[in-house]
């Protein structure tokens, strides 16, 4: 999801039938590879499937974390979709809304 964005858990569980919690931090990296504040989108265990949150596509550009908290990678939202196989675009968060 865009980094404005907050999970909204009314629209998660809708959506995965299961209440948001986050990794406690000293099993991130056991099970994504990755060290907390890296986690990239991709290139994560097969097993772990790869969700887009609609809150991105509003951006030109968007900047996920490239494997650890210092670096980033600068990709389009379509270019991420493919790259990710993500399973699907999904919406999920609150806080980032444009006024109409």
């Given at each position: 999801m865009a980094g404005d964005g907050k999970v909204n858990s009314s629209k998660?569980?809708?959506v995965f039938h299961t209440k948001p919690h986050m990794i406690?931090?000293?099993?991130?990296?056991?099970?994504?590879?990755f060290q907390p504040g890296g986690v990239c989108p991709f290139a994560v265990p097969?097993?772990?499937?790869i969700w887009l949150d609609v809150s991105m596509k509003r951006?030109?550009?968007?900047h996920p974390a490239a494997?650890?908290?210092?670096?980033?990678?600068k990709i389009t939202p379509d270019e991420l979709e493919e790259i990710?196989?993500?399973?699907?675009?999904?919406?999920?968060?609150k806080g980032w809304e444009e006024e109409e």
């Open positions: 998660f569980k809708s406690p931090r000293d099993q991130v990296e056991d099970i994504t590879g097969a097993e772990i499937p951006f030109e550009y968007v494997g650890n908290e210092f670096t980033s990678v990710t196989e993500t399973q699907g675009w999904c919406d999920v968060c």
